[in-house]
């Protein structure tokens, strides 16, 4: 057993962990909001129990460009027609707390149509479903964090959580980061929404600048002309604490 | 400029369509991966004991000489990579294929019992909840930092049994709430 020990050390000599940072309160949502019906009985009752990181939290996995396939970013190529709605491209940049890119991370998107219908058996919502349109994307951030898709707007829908419940417009999110805490998984949302106020999703986040990181800007840089308007959305994953030698 | 970290969201009902209906990983060890193969079985369950059959669990592990495959995954151990993802069914279970892990270093310089980091997500949850699965009966356990966090009234709560009628197969059941919830850590 102590020989595996060694061998671990070995394959990687003076690798040490250097904790990543905590969340700050108020930034990031409870857990248990009950005006979202489905956390009274999927939220944890008891506390958290802090873990300080080991190895274990401070590594992630790796993917690479055999994870990614031609028009994964291009959600309205992946059919033999294009699909009905605004065509928009979504564009930002992955960095982490201290503001360094987050360069090769694998983020994954997926989204209603146009017409807020999800294609997936389970959406029951009578709205049209488009036979050019699945609503799923996967890129790579690049050497500089940065990552584009381009797709269109998603419709809003209803959802049942309550009396006239909609979800206002939005993409899904995932990203892994470099380490097993950094994973994330999030909505973006558009500017504007007259929603945002009756959407249990989004209010459970305390802090209302915490909540306005979820909402995408509107940007002419990214906005072709004759073509697509375009929205940026940057993200920030969890940064690590300072080492003694950085201070 | 504002870098505090981006929040966090449900992944919603309709996970499969984006993370698990064509990139859904089961079978974490390829054919020529090294050490002891084990198939490891949650089951996830809500405050009321009824199974969860739209939730995604994902893990995390090291392979059996305890190293991660955080580097490129093109170590002398390449067909292990590490890492695993499913929906869980209508019964709230999904099981995946894999190798029991190593042991890795663990704080001051000693060393952690085999475990699995675990994730959680699904419609309800709006951020990721973190388990550990640690193998019952594994001797190491008892000298495990990690699990001496965990008030030994819960401890249980994080170790898989291996299921009598099959060889190599383990089970673990989540509870998100309520009686015999699952201790989760805030990493």
């Known amino acids: 057993?102590?020989?595996?020990?060694?061998?671990?050390?070995?394959?990687?000599?003076?690798?040490?962990?250097?904790?990543?940072?905590?969340?700050?309160?108020?930034?990031?949502?409870?857990?248990?909001?009950?005006?979202?019906?489905?956390?009274?009985?999927?939220?944890?009752?008891?506390?958290?129990?802090?873990?300080?990181?080991?190895?274990?939290e401070v590594t992630g996995p790796v993917f690479g460009h055999s994870d990614i396939h031609p028009n994964d970013e291009d959600l309205t190529a992946q059919h033999a027609g294009e699909p009905l709605g605004e065509r928009i491209i979504v564009r930002g940049r992955v960095v982490d707390g201290d503001g360094h890119p987050v360069p090769n991370s694998l983020i994954e998107i997926w989204q209603a149509n146009a017409a807020g219908r999800y294609a997936h058996a389970k959406d029951s919502h009578?709205?049209?479903?488009?036979?050019?349109?699945?609503?799923?994307?996967?890129?790579?951030?690049?050497?500089?964090?940065?990552?584009?898709?381009?797709?269109?707007?998603?419709?809003?829908?209803?959802?049942?959580?309550?009396?006239?419940?909609?979800?206002?417009?939005?993409?899904?999110?995932?990203?892994?980061?470099?380490?097993?805490?950094?994973?994330?998984?999030?909505?973006?949302?558009?500017?504007g929404d007259p929603l945002f106020a009756y959407d249990p999703i989004l209010q459970s986040i305390p802090d209302e600048r915490a909540r306005q990181r979820l909402v995408s800007k509107f940007d002419l840089e990214t906005t072709k002309p004759e073509w697509a308007l375009g929205y940026r959305f940057d993200i920030v994953l969890r940064g690590r604490e300072s080492t003694p030698f950085e201070k | 400029m504002d870098f505090t970290p981006t929040p966090s969201q449900t992944v919603g009902p309709y996970l499969h369509l984006g993370l698990t209906d064509a990139r859904s990983i089961g079978r974490l060890a390829g054919d020529g991966a090294k050490g002891e193969r084990v198939w490891l079985t949650f089951r996830v369950l809500d405050g009321e004991g009824v199974p969860v059959p739209d939730a995604m669990i994902e893990v995390w592990q090291a392979d059996c000489e305890g190293i991660y495959a955080h580097y490129d995954g093109t170590g002398d151990n390449a067909a292990f990579r590490g890492f695993g993802r499913l929906a869980t069914a209508e019964d709230g279970s999904c099981t995946f294929e894999t190798i029991k892990p190593g042991r890795v270093p663990g704080p001051g310089g000693g060393v952690q019992a085999p475990h699995i980091n675990v994730s959680i997500l699904g419609r309800g949850i709006l951020k990721r909840l973190s388990t550990?699965?640690?193998?019952?009966?594994?001797?190491?356990?008892?000298?495990?930092?990690?699990?001496?966090?965990?008030?030994?009234?819960?401890?249980?709560?994080?170790?898989?049994?291996?299921?009598?009628?099959?060889?190599?197969?383990?089970?673990?059941?989540?509870?998100?709430?309520?009686?015999?919830?699952?201790?989760?850590?805030?990493?």
């Open chain 1, 1 to 56: 057993m102590s020989s595996s020990l060694i061998s671990a050390k070995g394959k990687h000599p003076g690798e040490s962990v250097v904790p990543f940072r905590r969340h700050e309160p108020g930034s990031q949502p409870d857990s248990f909001y009950p005006a979202y019906r489905a956390t009274r009985l999927r939220a944890p009752s008891q506390p958290l129990i802090f873990l300080p990181h080991t190895l274990s």
């Open chain 1, 126 to 191: 009578p709205a049209p479903l488009d036979p050019n349109f699945t609503g799923t994307g996967r890129t790579l951030t690049d050497a500089d964090g940065f990552y584009s898709f381009v797709t269109i707007k998603p419709g809003a829908y209803p959802w049942r959580n309550h009396d006239n419940a909609w979800r206002p417009a939005h993409i899904h999110f995932s990203l892994f980061g470099p380490a097993f805490v950094t994973r994330l998984i999030t909505q973006m949302y558009f500017p």
């Open chain 2, 132 to 187: 550990r699965l640690y193998f019952a009966g594994e001797s190491a356990n008892a000298a495990d930092l990690v699990l001496a966090l965990v008030p030994e009234n819960r401890r249980a709560t994080l170790l898989a049994r291996p299921d009598l009628t099959r060889s190599g197969y383990w089970l673990l059941d989540v509870h998100l709430r309520g009686e015999g919830e699952t201790v989760f850590f805030d990493v």
